[in-house]
């Protein structure tokens, strides 16, 4: 028995965290060898429904700055009435732009860098993943409010990580 339809925006290989594998996944990305559900920009996904849930772990920061609006205004749309969505970013609050190691990821050690910019060794080979934008918790829960979204609560975790979970 499934707690609702989940849309898992920015998909990446990704599995769901386990706080949301109850619901019955669909997949959306922009890169098509993801294999998603959904072959589709953040930005505008097209008519695909309404879901009860959205994860985007990791996905807003590659976007540009007035695209984030843009995609956060589309979590809104897709939602149903009372859903919610959760959305991991980097937290870029105090992060200096050295290359003093940060915290060990199963990708290998992060700097400041790293954070402000995108994993730098992977970036020759993987350009999309970039970081064109930062938030720090006022700038991220900020956000999700300008959107549309009737609540927002942001809170900082471990290893330079947001979560801010949104309801319609």
Same mark, same amino acid.
């Given at each position: 028995?499934?707690?609702?339809?989940?849309?898992?925006?920015?998909?990446?290989?990704?599995?769901?965290? !386990?706080?949301?594998?109850?619901?019955?996944?669909?997949?959306?990305?922009?890169?098509?060898? /993801?294999?998603?559900?959904?072959?589709?920009?953040?930005?505008?996904?097209?008519?695909?429904?309404?879901?009860?849930?959205?994860?985007?772990? /990791?996905?807003?920061? =590659?976007?540009?700055? =007035?695209?984030?609006?843009?995609?956060?205004?589309?979590?809104?749309?897709?939602?149903?009435?009372?859903?919610?969505?959760?959305?991991?970013?980097?937290?870029?609050?105090?992060?200096?732009?050295?290359?003093?190691?940060?915290?060990?990821?199963?990708?290998?050690?992060?700097?400041?860098?790293?954070?402000?910019?995108?994993?730098?060794?992977?970036?020759?080979?993987?350009? !999309?993943?970039?970081?064109?934008?930062?938030?720090?918790?006022?700038?991220?829960?900020?956000?999700?409010?300008?959107?549309?979204?009737?609540?927002?609560?942001?809170?900082?975790?471990?290893? !330079?990580?947001?979560?801010?979970?949104?309801?319609?």
């Amino acid at each position: 028995m499934t707690k609702g339809k989940l849309l898992h925006v920015g998909c990446g290989g990704d599995p769901l965290p !386990y706080f949301l594998q109850d619901y019955a996944e669909t997949r959306l990305d922009i890169d098509d060898t /993801h294999k998603p559900d959904i072959l589709a920009s953040m930005t505008d996904m097209g008519d695909i429904g309404e879901f009860d849930a959205i994860l985007c772990s /990791h996905s807003l920061e =590659h976007l540009l700055p =007035h695209d984030v609006a843009k995609a956060l205004t589309e979590f809104v749309r897709v939602l149903k009435p009372g859903g919610f969505s959760v959305i991991f970013v980097p937290d870029l609050e105090g992060v200096k732009a050295t290359e003093e190691p940060l915290f060990e990821a199963p990708c290998g050690t992060i700097t400041g860098l790293d954070l402000l910019y995108g994993l730098r060794s992977l970036l020759h080979v993987m350009p !999309y993943m970039a970081h064109r934008t930062g938030f720090i918790a006022k700038t991220l829960e900020q956000a999700v409010l300008n959107a549309g979204f009737t609540k927002a609560v942001t809170t900082r975790l471990p290893n !330079y990580n947001l979560m801010c979970v949104g309801v319609k």
